[in-house]
Each structure stands twice: as structure tokens, then as C-alpha cells.
Nanobody
Framework: QVQLVESGGGLVQPGGSLRLSCAAS??????????MTWYRQAPGKQREMVAS???????NYVDSVKGRFTISRDNAKNIMGLQMDSLKPEDTAVYYCNAEVEATRDSASYYAGYWGQGTSVTVSS
């Protein structure tokens, strides 16, 4: 069983900063994590991709967060981060992490995409 757990959400004033983390774990499994992505879903809107990072460190951002958000990852610890600076009210959303994971146990490998449960970010004065 592979789990992704997000943390770091909260309430922040416009112009402030937050750092989100996503930790992957698999009880009894050895994990190889490929692409990792942050998504967000604002109330009444569709889920959108915010930022993604390959295992090699190549990154991609939605235009609305370029220059303000920075995605990172630690392959040894199976952790992904999202540093969010100069936050705006329109960044308010539930943020989800997604990862493409190959989980191996007893010489058997399973490849699938996994989602975290989400962490809420509210930008308001």
C-alpha cells in the first residue's frame, strides 16, 4: 500500500509564504517515484496542475504561479515540496500531490499513480 501525505497548508495573508510537503511511503515496499505533481482545486473550479517535477529535476509550472512558486524533491527521502511565495487570494484552494510510483516487494513490481488527501491553503486578510 502506497500513501502520499501532504502537510503545510494553512491561512496566510496576501503576500505571505507557505511551504507544502508531500511524503510518500509504502509499508513493506521499495518505492521508485517518477513524476511528481502538485494540483489544486479551488471551490467551484476544476482541479488544475500547479507544478510538476521529474525524477531528474526538470520542472514545469502553470503560468499563474511562475516566479512565485518553487517545486522541489528529495529522491532519497521520497519527499516533494512546494515553496509558495507572494501568495494571492486566487491561490486559495485545496492542494493535492500526485506521484507515479513503482512499488516493489518480493520481486514483484506494481506501477500506478497515487494521490494524497489534500491540504487546504487559504490566502486572506
Amino acid at each position: 500500500q502506497v500513501q502520499l501525505v501532504e502537510s503545510g497548508g494553512g491561512l496566510v495573508q496576501p503576500g505571505g509564504s507557505l511551504r507544502l510537503s508531500c511524503a510518500a511511503s509504502g509499508s513493506g515496499f521499495s518505492l521508485m517515484i517518477y513524476g511528481m505533481t502538485w494540483y489544486r482545486q479551488a471551490p467551484g473550479k476544476q482541479r488544475e496542475m500547479v507544478a510538476s517535477i521529474t525524477r531528474g529535476g526538470s520542472t514545469n509550472y502553470v503560468d499563474s504561479v511562475k516566479g512565485r512558486f518553487t517545486i522541489s524533491r528529495d529522491n532519497a527521502k521520497n519527499i516533494m515540496g512546494l515553496q509558495m511565495d507572494s501568495l494571492k487570494p486566487e491561490d486559495t484552494a485545496v492542494y493535492y500531490c500526485n506521484a507515479e510510483v513503482e512499488a516493489t516487494r518480493d520481486s514483484a513490481s506494481y506501477y500506478a499513480g497515487y494521490w494524497g488527501q489534500g491540504t487546504s491553503v487559504t490566502v486572506s486578510s
